[in-house]
C-alpha cells in the first residue's frame, strides 16, 4: 500500500522536474493538461488500491456491495437519483439512533453531504456508478436477493419512474421496504399502500407517517456576520419580484447586507438583478453539495419566498416540503417565510420572521434581521432548536414504530 503511493508521488515529482528542466522548449498548456490527467490518474489509482474513507466512513464501489457481508440488524438507505442527499444524514441519524448499523447506496458525489458527520464504523456507503445496475435484469435480480438480507430498505426517493426497478427487485411487495415520497402526489401512481411503511418530510397526511431528515452533524453555532448574509436557492417556477424590490430599497437606504443564492435553477440569475444592486448578490449556481453544505455554515438567515397564490407555489403547505426549511432546523439559521406556511414548518416570530404578500413586506423582514443584535439572533437560535428538536422526537418516534412493524411482519 505505501509502496503504491510512494511510487505514485516519486513520478509526480519527476515530471514536476522533467518540465521545469525544459521549460524553454515545452508549452505550459500542454504541462497544465498533463499534470491534471496525472492527478487524476493518481488519484484514481489511489481510490482503488488504498479504498476511500469520508470521516473514518468506508466507501465502495457497487460491484463490491453485491458481494459484501450483510451485518446483522443492518439498514440499506438506497437513493438512485442525483438529488435529496441533504436527506441522507438525516434518515441515518435515526437508524444509527435507534442501534441499527446502515449501508448507503447513491449516487457519484452524494457522500459529501456527510461532511459534518461523526466517524462511525456502523456505516458504509457504495458508490452506484453505473446505470446498467439498476436497469439491467441481470443485476436487478442480484439487488433482490440482497434487499431481503437487509431488515428494512429505505427507498430515500420514491420516483414513479423508478416503477419497473421497485417491481422487479420485489420492493413492492417485499415486507421490509419503506418509500419515502418528497412529493406525496407520488402515491397514486405506486401499487404500495402501507402506511406505516410509507414516510413524508411532514406531517401532510394521514395515510403515511412524518419523519423529516433535517440532521447534518456536528455544525458550530456561529455569532451573527456583523454584514448580515442571507441565503435563498433559485427554484424553477418561482417568483422573486419581492426580494429584488426589497433589496432594490435597501441598498437605496445603505443598509449593508449580502444574498448568497444556490440551486440548479436559473429562475433567480445574474440577468435579472439591475446594476444597483448587482454588488448585493452572490451567484453560486450548480456548487457542489460538499462546498454548498460548508457555505450555508457562513450565513446567518434563509429566505423562503413561497406564495400561496402561486399554484406551485402552495403544493408546499399540503404536499412536499421545502429543503430550505431542513437546512434552517439542521444549521439552526432563522427563516424568513411567508405567514401561510408558518404552521406546516412550525415557524413562528419566536424562531423566525414572518412575512406577508404585500408590497413591502419582505423588505421590513430583511431590514428586521439586519437589524438584529447578537443576542437577539442567538434567541431565534435558541428557539428554533426546540423546533427542530421536537420534530426530531416526533421522528425518531415513527421511525421506531416503523420497524417495530417490519419486525413483527
Known sequence: MRKNKNSIIFLFKKE?????SKKKTRNISKYKFFIKTITILCLSILFKSLGNKINQIEIFNIKQFFNITIRTNSILIFEKNHYHYECTPGFTKYFLDLGFNVDIIMTKNGNESFIFFEPTKKLRFFILDDKKYYRSDEFI??????????????????????KYFYNNSNLLKGKNSI???HFFLEMPYIDFHNKIRSWTLLNFTNLALEVNPHYFGKIRRRDKNKITRFFIVSTGNRNYDQLISACDILKNESYQFQVVVTGRSQTLNPQRISKNIKDKFLFNLYISYYNLLKLIETIDFIIITLNRKIPNDNTYNYVRSTGSAQISYGYLKPCLINIDFTKIYGMNNENSIIFNNSKNSLYFAMREAIMMTNEEYKKKQYNLKKTADTIYQISKNNVKTTINYILKS
Open 179 to 181: 418509500f419515502v415520497y
Open 16 to 20: 514536476i522536474f522533467i518540465h521545469h
Open 141 to 162: 435480480g442480484k439487488f433482490r436477493e440482497i434487499f431481503n438480507k437487509y431488515l428494512a430498505v429505505l427507498v430515500q426517493t420514491m420516483n414513479r419512474g423508478f
